[in-house]
């Protein structure tokens, strides 16, 4: 069965940076683009980044945009983001997610990892 294990969260500083990686098991990762999204409390779970099933494409909303970095390795099994200059409203659970038809996710989500930026 598919499994999406997200690891890497944890409480940081504003202006800080975190690594958050994303295990991937129980399908053929190398052919499917993959994203990683966020929620935050009292709020609806956005998309922060897009790859490519190759990693030669990647996308990303303004909100984060130049500030995080998504990237996998084929070999692994796994989906990274790099996520510098934090924020205050970075705060959310992150979570990853095959991207299925209509750049919907196409799984259940995992238990996401929590990344608190805070002073």
């Known amino acids: 069965q598919v499994q999406l294990v997200e690891s890497g969260g944890g409480l940081v500083q504003p202006g800080g940076s975190l690594r958050l990686s994303c295990a991937a098991s129980?399908?053929?990762?190398?052919?499917?683009?993959m994203s990683w999204y966020r929620q935050a409390p009292g709020k609806e779970r956005e998309m922060v980044a897009r790859i490519t099933n190759t990693g030669g494409s990647t996308n990303y909303p303004d909100s984060v945009k130049g500030r995080f970095t998504i990237s996998r390795d084929n070999a692994k099994n796994t989906v990274y983001l790099q996520m510098n200059s934090l924020k205050p409203e970075d705060t959310a659970v992150y979570y990853c997610?095959?991207?299925?038809?209509?750049?919907?996710?196409?799984?259940?989500w995992g238990k996401g990892t929590l990344v608190t930026v805070s002073s």
């Open positions: 997610n095959r991207v299925g038809p209509l750049s919907r996710p196409l799984d259940s």
């Open positions: 129980g399908f053929a990762f190398s052919s499917y683009a």
